[in-house]
């Protein structure tokens, strides 16, 4: 009999909807012309090229000239930092959060190497920043700020409302005005994004996050940003991002993007019923463990669990025993602690058992069932090894 097979790091990367499969597929056969060419082949590909930007424009309220395409979220949020400040020309300040993506602390660290001076604001217990320390943290010679609106690992949302309401206060009376750009790989898909509302400058998508191919993002730059390009080559993408643009990619991101929009409340509570009847599961079966973060201010589909007196991976190898698949935290950080965690004041032992559980809309009850008459059981195994645990016991 074939192994049973549940999916849950949707966190990580989804699958690629079949209806996305089939609205690419043109653009590998017959649309195949380059956009930049002049020919009927590369008119067709240009025509294609616009209204997936219109299509993406008008699902978070912006103007298509405000879309620029990229590779996906690294490349998005790369291009916003080190743009911003590149621009500028000069060395200043930068503020961010010590449980961002490595897209964006990796970035902070060389722009530290650079010369510019980074404050990586503290988190809570749940991981969310205060609007207080933020606005405390604001410099004259403050920049920049880049800040993500959910975490990756625990699910937590920032109060970007919030931060960009100081900001707009604070940039009415200054010369330089402080850009704000946001990580949102893992809420385009899961929250209604409206980049009017909380008034960002720029703003970061993945494709894979929400149905669509690996490989493919977008950044939202607001109209007037002052951003400068980190690469060169050519003028596409509004002279900011040169390169062949990935027609079928983009085509299959704008389709993915159109599905996730349409079906937000649908999916939202389906995972979050998932999430919910797992994690009452654990709790009513499996004792000594950690719900990381609160499920009041965090996206739907991500469920952070820290078992005690097991390590996070053995665990995963365990579940993936019996087909399950989940996560440690995050697929770019394998191996390493979770610097998430640790920002939010966890027990660096209870951190080594940590599993993270990300859903789809997807995913099944019976999945969720299976898990359940398989988790218990990992863990016990695992604490069997445990001579601490054995002698609580």
Known sequence: MEKKKVYLDNSATTAVLPEVVEAMKPYFYDIYGNASSFHSFGRDAKKALDAA??????????????????????????????GILKAYGKKGHVITTKIEHHAVLYSCRELEKQGHEVTYLEVDKNGVISP????????????????????????????????????????????????????????????????????????????????????????????????ENIVFGGNQENSKRPGTENI??????????????????????????????????????????????SADNAVANILSVSFHYIEGEALLLKLDMHGIAASSGSA???????????????????????????FSFQNTFEEVDFVLSVLPKAVESLRAMSPVWQNKK
């Open 132 to 227: 207080e320390d933020f606005k405390k943290a604001v410099k004259d010679n403050t920049l920049l700020v880049t800040i993500m609106h959910a975490n990756n690992e625990v699910g937590s949302i920032q109060p970007i409302a919030e931060i960009s309401a100081i900001l707009k206060e604070i940039n009415s009376s200054r010369k330089d005005k402080v850009y704000f750009h946001t990580d949102a790989v893992q809420t385009a898909g899961k929250i209604k994004l409206d980049v009017k509302k909380p008034g960002v400058d720029l703003l970061a998508i993945s494709g894979h996050k929400f149905g669509a191919p690996k490989g493919v993002g977008a950044l939202y730059v607001k109209k007037g940003t002052n951003i």
């Open 248 to 293: 079928p990619y983009i085509i299959g991101m704008a389709k993915a993007l159109e599905i996730a929009d349409a079906e937000l409340a649908n999916h939202n509570k389906h995972v979050l019923a998932l999430r919910e009847k797992l994690k009452k599961g654990i709790l009513a079966q499996i004792p000594e463990i950690i719900i990381n973060a």
């Open 332 to 358: 770019c950080a394998t191996g390493e602690p979770s610097h998430v965690l640790a920002a939010m004041g966890a027990d660096p032992i209870a951190a080594q058992g940590t599993v993270r559980f990300s």
């Open 53 to 82: 930007r219109a299509k993406v424009a008008s699902i978070i309220n912006a103007s298509s000239d405000e879309i620029i395409f990229t590779c996906g979220g690294t490349e998005s949020d790369n291009m916003a930092i080190f």
